[in-house]
Each structure stands twice: as structure tokens, then as C-alpha cells.
């Protein structure tokens, strides 16, 4: 029985980031543990609902409510147990979630701060570590079916990893040269630690998951080889087609680069400092690519241009601007708009708007301005407003309102297309859709038989939470397929959506 009064006992409270002028001069994580008592504290303000609207927030269905109450006991193993139940992968939403969970906490709706969901499941994940490790779970019987997963970001692993606890063998193919998809070297360190990522990595292993790095699918190994070979694929290539803006004047020059180019280049560095490698942030053809001095400005408002600030600010830039397009978003949820339990449109700071640098909103960029010889030197902006006229966004520049901002690096972080158009897709037969993502039948299979797709290729670019949800329920469907005893848990189909307002 939780305790009634623990809401009106405890005010929300988070653990204290660590302070800006340290942190910028690393790249480890923002946050340190909570401790016990304070997340003891906090999941005491849990009230156990009768209809926990937390659980319509999560894709995954994470039995929120009874976790909570076993953190607030002390009874950390059948908490961890509970965790694991319908998440694979919990150190890594309780470190980078948005947590659309904590936005429909029915204390939302009583004008209260939401339980701290997202932290009470960091916890959890970590005394899984601190408590002997992530053990490896037997593995049945052999079933003598075999599944190839294309892609290792979290849809992909978390779908081999289900697979792989089924008695399937599973291989996972990608074509980088590490396993982790846009955890590895998308998301810079500061928010997900890639020792994580190597503890599951370990585990999955252990448990007869099957990984090969540096195979590109379609093109190293085509389609009917990979066929050939396994009984059936999932293929959960992400979204990785960037948002570009050919149209805008001097995009050409040097200096003006898209925002995952740059981030990398610098998640790359990191990586090879750790494992004792000396390098220095360059793109594919060498060009050294690096903040360090430069004045810096960041186009987009959302994960990524976040994740380009705080990189900036740790290689040193002399200034950064992060421009949006749209007006500044409303600092508390607004009713009408965006009723609980949806997710609201509110300002987000992220922990890199502590940090420094300016945000511009309803700004529009008009010019990239030359120095005379190719290089970038300055971003024209002008003030604008947006409206939606028949579905179509129509920007509106108000005359006279144009200045320069001066910029020598400047990071494209306006959004993705979709998969990217790649061999591999022809290959297997299947289409990118006007959104270009890659269509589900209800069993999560492509136009092709036998070939499945799940996470970011299928839904367009969106959370890790719903890319190990749509990776579950892909590799429970696979398990059908195969005839596979029993049924494994599904907790999406593919026309889920995340809860909006009717
Ligand atoms: C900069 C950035 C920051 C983000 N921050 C957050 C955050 O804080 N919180 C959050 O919830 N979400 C965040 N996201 C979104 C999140 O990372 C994605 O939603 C999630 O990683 C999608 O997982 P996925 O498995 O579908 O694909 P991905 O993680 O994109 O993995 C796809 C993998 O497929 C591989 N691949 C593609 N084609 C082939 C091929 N032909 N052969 C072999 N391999 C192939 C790719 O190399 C890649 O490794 C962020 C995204 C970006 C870009
Ligand atoms: S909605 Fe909030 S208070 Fe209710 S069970 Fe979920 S976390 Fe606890």
C-alpha cells in the first residue's frame, strides 16, 4: 500500500546537475546518482492511481505505479525485475526520455509537479549495475530459425534481444563501426555515457545475440544473400535522412554543415580519447570540423541542436546562437491548447541552455553570408512570422527586420526526412512513403514477406522509447512468423500514436 500522503509530504525534486564551468570542461554526464534517500523520497510521492495515466504517456506500457511503490520500500530487486519487464533497455529512456510519462501523471492534472518517473527509472537501471551486473537470462532451446536485424539503434537491439530470450538466433548487421546506433554517435556523451551501451552490448552477447559491424545491407550484402541466409529481417535503418535548405543563398559554403555531421565528428573524438586513440573532429573527406573559437549558429530547436550546443560549448566556441523558427513557446502547459495528459508545447531547456549561448526565436535565415573566399562568415536573419494555411507552413519575413549575426560554423538541425533512399530498399522491395518513412502491414510486415520493420524507419524520427516499443512488438510479430511458441509481449501496433488532444 503506497503512502497516501506522500505528495503532500515532498515537493518534485530532481538531483543538482553538476555545475556548468566542470561539466563544460568534460564531456561525462550531466547528472550525478540521486542517492537513496532522495529517490526514496520521491517515489513516495507515487499515489498508486486507480487509472496510473503515466501508463498511457509510455509506449511501453512500464509498470510505473508498482516500481515506484518498490522504490519507495528499499526492495531494489524486484523493482529492477519490474523495470525489466517491459523495457530491454531502462538506462537508457531513464537518461534521455522526454518522459511523456511524467506529462500525463494524474498530479499533473491536480496542478501538482509529476512523480519523477525518468529518475526514479535511472535509479533502478543502475542499482541493476551496482547489484551484480546485467546478468545474462537462460536461453531456451534452440527454435533452429534465425532472424537478421539490419541496424543496431535501440529498435534494432531491442528486438534481438527478445528474439535472441525466444531460442531464435539473431544476427545484427550495421554498417558502422560500432553497435549502438544514434546512441553511439549521435547522442554526445554528456547525455548517455557509452559505457551503457557496452554493458547491454555484453549482455545481448551472452545471450547468443550475433553482431557484425562494417557490413552495409544491400550494398556488402545484398538483399537475397541476407535472405538466403536467415528465415526472416527486420530492417530498423532509423531516420536518418537530414532536413536540408538548398534553397537558402550560400548554403555551398564552407562552414555550413548539416547539425549529425558535426556531432560525429565530435562523438567520434570522444570515443577515441577513451579508448586511448589521439584524433581530431573531421569529416569524411579529412576536413577538420571543430567549435574551438569559431562563433557558431545552430538552426533548429529541438534534441539535436541542443546536443550541437552543448558540444560547442565543450570544444570551446567563442559564441553561439541557436535560431527557431517559431515564437517562443509558453513557459507552463497551456489548458486550452494542449490539455493534460497530452504533451505539451512548453519551452524546453535542456541542460546545454545552461551552459550559454543565445536562443533566437521567430527568426528566419535569409542569407549565408561569403567572406570572399567560400568560407561563411555571418548568417543574414529576419524576424518572421508562421502560420498554416490548407496543411502548408507558410513563413513570412517582416520587412526592415533583417541583421547579421556572425557565424564561421554553422549546424543545420531543422529536422529529418526519413530513412535515407539506399540500396537496400529497392533490394527488398519496399518504398519510402510521403513522409519517407517505410509502411507496416498490422503484423509490422513491409511489402515484402518476411521482412519487418520497426523503430525510427518506420515511425520517422522520434524517441528511443518508442523505437524499443515498436522493436518489442516487431519481434514479437517475427516470433509468430516463425512459429515460435507462445506469444512474446507486444506493446504497440504500428498505428499507435503518442496521446494527443481529440
Ligand atoms: C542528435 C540526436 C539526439 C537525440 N536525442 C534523443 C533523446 O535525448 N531522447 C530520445 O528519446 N531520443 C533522442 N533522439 C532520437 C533517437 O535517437 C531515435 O529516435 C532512436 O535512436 C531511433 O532508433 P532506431 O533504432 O530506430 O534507429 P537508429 O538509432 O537511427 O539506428 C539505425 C541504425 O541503422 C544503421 N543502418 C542504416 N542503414 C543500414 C544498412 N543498410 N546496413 C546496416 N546498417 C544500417 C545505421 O547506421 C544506424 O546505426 C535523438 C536523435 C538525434 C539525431
Ligand atoms: S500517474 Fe503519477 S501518481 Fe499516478 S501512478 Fe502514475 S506516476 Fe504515480
Redesign the pocket.
Known sequence: MPDPNGFLRYDRRLPARRPVAVRISDWREVYPPAGEELIREQAT?????GI????DGCPLGNR??DW?DLVRTGTWDAAVESLHATNNFPEFTGRLCPAP?EA????GLGGQQ??T?KQVEVEIADAAVARGGLNPRPVPAPTGRSVAVVGSGPAGLAAAQQLARAGHAVTVYERDDAIGGLLRYGIPDFKLEKQHIDRRLAQLAAEGVQFRTGVNIGVDVTAEELRSRHDAVLLACGALQGRDTPETPGRQLRGVHQAMTHLVAANRVVAAAGDGRPAQAVLPDGTPIDAAGRHVVIIGGGDTAADCLGVAHRQGAAGVHQLDLYPEPPHGRDAERDPWPTWPWVLRNYPAHEEGGERVFAVAVQEFVDDGTGQVKGVRIAEVTVERRDGRRIVTALPGSERELPADLVLLAIGFEGTEEQPLLAQFGVTRNARGAVDARPDWQTDADGVFVAGDMHRGASLIVWAIAEGRAAAAAIHSYLGGVGSLPAPVDPARQPLAAC
Do not use: G, K, Q
Not at 52 to 55: A, E, K, V
Open positions: 510521492r507515487c499515489m498508486d492511481c496510473p495515466f503515466c501508463h510505473i505505479p515506484n510519462c500525463a501523471c494524474v498530479l509529476p512523480v518517473i
